[in-house]
C-alpha cells in the first residue's frame, strides 16, 4: 500500500504562492488517482482537485484558475501549485491516494495560512 508524505505547507500573504509536494512510496504510484483536499477549522474536509494523468484532472470551483494540480510518476510525487492565496484558502491540506482497488491513503497533512 503507497505512503504519503506531504510538504510545502506555510505562512504565505494574501496574493502570494505556495507550492505542496506529497512523496508516496511502497506501491505503484502511477496506478492511483491522486487528489488534494483541504479542512478549514470547524469545516468538513473537502476536495481542491484530482489527477489521473496530466490530461485529466478535476478542481473545485473556488480553485479554477488559481491552483494546478500535476504529477510526476518518475519522482511518486504529486504537485499543488497555489497562486493568488487567500485568507479562505487557510487550511489543513492532505495529499490522498485512490486505486482501482479500492485503497485510499491519506497523508497527515501539511498547514497553509494565508494571512497578512
Known amino acids: 500500500q503507497v505512503q504519503l508524505v506531504e510538504s510545502g505547507g506555510g505562512l504565505v500573504q494574501p496574493g502570494g504562492s505556495l507550492r505542496l509536494s506529497c512523496a508516496a512510496s511502497g506501491s505503484i504510484f502511477s496506478t492511483y488517482t491522486m487528489g488534494w483536499y483541504c479542512q478549514a477549522p470547524g469545516k468538513q474536509r473537502e476536495l481542491v482537485a484530482t489527477?489521473?494523468?496530466?490530461?485529466?484532472?478535476n478542481y473545485a470551483d473556488a480553485v479554477k484558475g488559481r491552483f494546478t494540480i500535476s504529477r510526476d510518476n518518475a519522482k511518486n510525487t504529486v504537485y499543488l501549485q497555489m497562486n493568488s492565496l487567500k485568507p479562505e484558502d487557510t487550511a489543513v491540506y492532505y495529499c490522498?491516494?485512490?486505486?482501482?482497488?479500492?485503497?485510499?491513503?491519506w497523508g497527515r497533512g501539511t498547514l497553509v495560512t494565508v494571512s497578512s
Open positions: 489527477i489521473i494523468n496530466s490530461a485529466t484532472t
Open positions: 490522498n491516494a485512490k486505486s482501482l482497488f479500492g485503497a485510499d491513503v
